[in-house]
């Protein structure tokens, strides 16, 4: 009587007949669509099919490497030989075009990471497939993705790369070279990004604003005639309007001006209540003032500059009253403040109160410690602007969920 086990052994492998068979299928299923029926195929891949089930890894290797070039496989076939070893998968999710979205996704939960990256790296990714493999995480995958030209990133896509590149520092560079990246989301990550991406963010992603202003300057005399009573008019249009300096804080203050502030600030230090205290004058809000004079890199000090039409003696003064290093050991200027001085001459007024407002509107508007969470949809008092507004959604990406 045959050993039960010996057969077991020999039946990856099988007869002549049954590695002829298979060869025969195969050959098949690769047959040019001219030559065959849509019909014939699908059975012939269906019967191929049960047969890999039993074959060896280099049977399906070979499969995989003729069906990878049809336009027209069979889809669960695709399907199965996708999810097996890597080296068996590569030919199929680096070449084949049969596959949709849908087995992509499917494919997506059932495989290796370095599928996924195959996956990331095709030549066409579709958004729904970007979306699943950005909220993965994976940072092979990831990185793969972004540098892929093919693959399209969804506005949904892009704000999960952001929150990622927080803890991620150098998907920051890779994500500013994304033609997708939206305005909201590069001043976003501008906070956490690295030094020339920094600079990039600020020349590529600042607009001027010069034409919406002049589209809107009958409505200034409007809402003056209001008595600025519309809040959310207010707020757009602060957004809006060229003055960036507060007028009535400074007729409040007890400083003659933002200069003379900064200069008290140079020789008594820079303490809470001076943050805030310029955050006024500067026609911003004290979570704004904080986050920019507590930011280590120094651009945002260089933005809150230029915007409000301080000179070199204010910059100077406000970097000196951080405590932050004018010179070098060698008494050489320090590449930090060069660096400063360098970002400042850079930008224009007009794009430096344009970032410097986005950064007020989108913080300062939406900033809690204990935000709660959005309402839910059956919520009497479900407001779109939980789930929609740009400003919540910069906010929620600066300071975290």
Not at 185 to 206: C, E, K, N, P, V
Not at 284 to 309: F, H, M, N, Q, R
Not at 340 to 349: I, K, N, R
Not at 367 to 393: G, V
Request: hydrophobic fraction near 40%; charge should be negative; include cysteine.
């Amino acid at each position: 009587m045959s050993d039960p086990i010996a057969f077991e052994e020999h039946a990856g492998e099988g007869g002549l007949a049954r590695r002829t068979l298979l060869r025969r299928l195969i050959d098949f299923i690769a047959m040019p669509a001219s030559q065959v029926a849509p019909q014939d195929r699908s059975m012939g891949g269906d019967i191929l099919l049960d047969m890999l089930f039993h074959a060896t890894d280099s049977d399906r290797l070979l499969c995989a490497k003729r069906i990878a070039v049809l336009s027209d496989a069979p889809r669960r076939l695709l399907r199965y030989l996708a999810q097996c070893n890597i080296d068996i998968a590569r030919p199929l999710l680096e070449d084949s075009e049969s596959f949709d979205s849908s087995d992509l996704l499917e494919i997506i939960d059932q495989v290796t990471p370095d599928h996924r990256v195959l996956i990331a790296k095709r030549k066409r990714v579709p958004a729904v497939v970007s979306d699943q493999l950005a909220r993965r995480g994976e940072i092979s995958a990831v990185k793969a993705l972004i540098q892929n030209k093919g693959a399209e990133l969804s506005e949904t896509a892009i704000d999960i790369l952001v929150e990622r590149s927080r803890k991620e520092g150098d998907l920051s560079s890779l994500l500013i070279t994304r033609l997708e990246l939206k305005p909201a989301q590069a001043m976003a990550m501008f906070w956490w990004s690295d030094r020339d991406t920094r600079r990039t963010i600020l020349q590529r992603h600042a607009a001027d604003r010069g034409e919406m202003v002049n589209m809107c300057a009958d409505v200034f005399a409007i809402a003056a005639k209001e008595g600025w009573s519309d809040p959310v008019a207010r707020k757009t249009l602060q957004l809006i309007e060229r003055r960036q300096r507060n007028r009535q804080a400074i007729e409040r203050s007890e400083f003659e001006s933002l200069e003379a502030a900064i200069e008290t600030a140079a020789t008594m230090g820079m303490s809470p209540e001076m943050v805030e205290e310029i955050g006024y004058l500067a026609g911003i809000k004290p979570v704004t003032s904080a986050k920019i004079l507590s930011d280590t890199g120094g651009e945002g000090i260089a933005v809150l500059c230029k915007a409000t039409g301080l000179k070199r003696p204010s910059l100077k003064n406000l970097w000196i009253s951080l405590k932050r290093p004018l010179e070098a050991d060698d008494g050489t200027p320090h590449m930090l403040y060069e660096h400063l001085q360098e970002t400042y001459d850079l930008l224009s007024v007009a794009k430096a109160q344009t970032t410097l407002r986005y950064w007020n509107w989108s913080l300062s508007s939406s900033y809690s410690p204990n935000q709660a969470q959005p309402p839910s949809l059956d919520d009497a008092h479900a407001n779109d602007e939980s789930a929609f507004s740009t400003s919540r959604r910069t906010a929620s990406l600066v300071f975290g969920s």
